[in-house]
């Protein structure tokens, strides 16, 4: 049984490859969001075992719902996505409570990896 | 010469190492401060002089790795390359491979055939940091970093912590660097405190670093693997984790030189440095022991029990044997200062635009390092002037008939336990009559008392002070001659000056100075109830004087002795104990001063001794008769006559 991710990005494009990547990694999506705001309910509605999550979105940004995730859920697993040149805002999703993150352009097999580690399977 | 050769890489081995130990030492601050200009010179001038040394023993191989090593110092220092970890390591293994090949050298074996391999890779290594161009991105770390601020640490120590150095080296493509070592340290922050990382912090946030960094993390985790399991990552390529303890600035040496002194080690050094004032403590104590040796053996004497005796017969022996060593360990060759004079000829010879042959003999006799010391100014004195006063113009000898070149000849050999050092010229010698004429002028003689001297009590006026026979003062010797200072430099040392001279052929000045300080053999004898030492070097002979066989010369009471006739005095008398002489008879000493022999009569022999030399302090030594004090086997003082200073 693949461990169930929750996918977040506000471009349909982006949340498309990010999912089958993971489906290639035997992940299963279990559910969309294109906002900040979707993503904290999703999150309560699901309680997914990890969220993929970018960090410039509209209608509450990806740092505001790290931090209300965490505050809903302590143990919630998040993998950010970022763009190059968002250093400092990464930075702040990992004091918010995020475990890792990805860059993009992304690379399958990093993504991959960064999700098993964040979901601590090797 | 074979003997050259191994004494030569004698001195490469023990000077390289001397050089080894200060380049760790310079290496090792130079890692902690990257920036001072000084040690990179210090370090190159080393590697220089190793180079230079190891070339001149035809040791290729080590010269060529050293003149590597100091092209690549000498682009550092001129900032030409950038420093970092790479050089300072290769110049750590270039310091190993010279301690290995020095360690070669000192066991007789040749480095060239051992250690060619390595030789031959590590110069190829260190080439191609010279040749690296500015700039060069081949560090994976940016900063050196080698010692460890425990300054910053310790304040984060509990009980139970461990410290942590972990070394991050991330994948050559990563992107947003900052943020990928920020996440590293946030994670290790769960689970301990970071004391500091290098770069800084701030540097890191910067991207000011290439892909790697360290971080100092304490932690009460055990556990190198768990630590590496939380912070690794794809985008980690490497990490490398280590437990940090606090070590001294002399614990980092040893670690760093621990190659070195293993070796050390193993091997027996040939020789020591030891301090002078350590070696005058040893003297004084085995002069001590020495004397509480001879009280010892008056004890068990007394004692006669003969277990006591056998007992302390053998301390006598090995006491014998320590002072006998200790002794000899203060010995050096003469050549220590002998070397130097052919130098001080040579410049006060072409100052003076004089032709001089100059040469040394006895430079291997053995004395007494403080005495040679002494002795080192009033030898110069003595040859600047024979080049200068003593030696005629080349004009001049060519005109009498000389050699245009003017010989000059230092000589040193062992005369029982005295050195003599003569200092010979075939220059033109002292005039007599000059002297003489000197010393009326002065009011020291009447004409009539000149015409009464010999030739040695003409010469010592030459020594006394205020006299001066120089024409002029001349760059070379100064003022006058300074006969007088060498006189009573070398006296003050046990020793005695005369001179020899033949008007227009040459003169020699002949020292006579102790080998050994302050352990002599003594004749004790005794003069109106008091123990006197005399020093067995200058006793010729000891007999009983009858009374018929004293004569009398010029209204002194005289010996035959040896077809010479020699005076003959009470010693009490001649020590100004008693007025008269008395019955000129009994036991009789013939002593021997500066070439002449004088009969003393002295009351009793009391015998011979080994005595400690101590001398005379404060007023009790402006009377030049004694020249020192020592103490008796009952623990009495006795005075030690100096015989040269006895009224005849």
Known sequence: MGHRVLVVDDAIFMRTMISDILKKGDFEVCGEGATGAEAVEQYKKLKPDLVIMDIIMPDMGGIEAVKAIMQSDPNARVLMCSAMGQQALVVEAIQAGARDFVVKPFQPSRVLEAARRVLQIS | ?648
Do not use: C
């Open chain 2, 1 to 648: 010469m074979k003997m050259d050769t191994n004494k030569y890489r004698d001195l490469f081995v023990s000077e390289t190492r001397e050089h080894l130990v200060s380049l760790n030492r310079a290496l090792l601050s130079l890692e902690k401060s990257p920036d001072d200009p000084g040690l990179l010179d210090e370090i190159f001038r080393s590697m220089h002089t190793i180079k230079g040394m190891a070339g001149s023993i035809g040791q290729d191989q080590i010269a060529e790795l050293a003149h590597k090593a100091e092209d690549l110092l000498d682009k550092l220092r001129k900032r030409q390359l950038k420093l970092a970890q790479p050089q300072v390591d290769v110049i750590f293994e270039a310091i190993d491979y010279l301690e290995s090949a020095v360690a070669e050298l000192a066991a007789g074996r040749d480095p060239q055939q051992v250690l060619k391999q390595l030789g031959t890779e590590l110069t190829k290594k260190i080439e191609t940091l010279v040749a690296a161009p500015q700039g060069s991105r081949t560090e994976a770390y940016s900063n050196v970093s080698g010692g460890n601020d425990f300054s910053r640490i310790n304040p984060l120590k509990t009980a139970g912590s461990f410290v942590y150095k972990v070394r991050v080296l991330l994948e050559a493509d990563v992107a947003l660097k900052s943020a990928r070592a920020f996440l590293v340290m946030h994670t290790l922050e769960q689970f301990g405190k970071i004391a500091y990382t290098v770069p800084e912090r701030h540097d890191l946030e910067a991207e000011h670093f290439d892909r790697g960094f360290s971080v100092f993390f304490v932690t009460s985790l055990h556990s190198e693997k768990e630590i590496k399991s939380h912070i690794a990552s794809g985008e980690i390529e490497d990490i490398g984790i280590e437990e940090v303890v606090e070590e001294t600035e002399e614990e980092l040496v040893q670690r760093r030189t621990v190659s070195a002194f293993t070796q050390l080690a193993q091997e027996r050094p040939r020789e020591v440095k030891v301090s002078t004032a350590r070696l005058d403590k040893l003297m004084n104590l085995v002069g001590e022991l020495v004397v509480w040796r001879e009280r010892l053996k008056q004890l068990a004497q007394m004692s006669q029990n003969s277990l006591i005796q056998d007992s302390v017969d053998q301390v006598a022996l090995i006491t014998s044997e320590l002072q006998h060593q200790v002794l000899a360990s203060r010995l050096v060759a003469m050549s220590e200062i002998f070397d130097r004079f052919p130098r001080v000829v040579r410049d006060a010879a072409k100052v003076l635009n004089k032709d001089i042959d100059f040469r040394l003999e006895g430079r291997e006799l053995e004395m007494d390092r403080s005495i040679l010391q002494m002795l080192a100014e009033p030898l110069v004195h003595l040859l600047r002037n024979a080049v200068d006063h003593g030696m005629e113009t080349m004009g001049q000898r060519e005109a009498l008939g000389k050699r245009k070149v003017g010989s000059v000849i230092l000589s040193a050999q062992k005369v029982k336990d005295q050195a003599l050092i003569v200092v010979e010229d075939d220059g033109r010698g002292i005039d007599q009559e000059k002297i003489k004429s000197k010393a009326i002028e002065k009011g020291w003689l009447t004409k009539e008392q000149a015409s009464n001297l010999n030739q040695r009590q003409i010469f010592d006026f030459l020594a006394r002070p205020g006299f001066s026979t120089a024409e002029k003062v001349t760059e070379v010797s100064g003022r006058g001659v300074g006969l007088d200072v060498v006189k009573s430099r070398i006296e003050s040392m046990g020793g005695s000056l005369s001179i020899e001279s033949q008007a227009g052929q040459g003169s020699r000045f002949l020292l006579n100075v102790p080998l050994s300080l302050a352990i002599i053999r003594a004749l004790l004898v005794s003069a109106k109830n008091q123990i006197y030492a005399l020093p067995m070097s200058q006793v010729m002979e000891t007999f009983e004087l009858k009374p018929e066989n004293v004569k009398t010369l010029q209204g002194k009471a005289a010996i035959i002795y040896r077809q010479q006739v020699i005076p003959v005095q009470r010693l009490a008398k001649n020590l100004r104990v008693i007025s008269d002489d008395g019955l000129l008879s009994g036991p009789t000493v013939v002593m021997e001063r500066q070439g002449t022999y004088a009969a003393y009569i002295i009351d009793r022999m009391v015998g011979q001794q080994e005595i400690v030399v101590k001398p005379l302090s404060g007023f009790l030594n402006y009377n030049k008769t004694f020249s020192g004090v020592a103490i008796s086997r009952e623990g009495q003082p006795m005075l030690i006559v100096d015989v040269n200073n006895l009224e005849a």
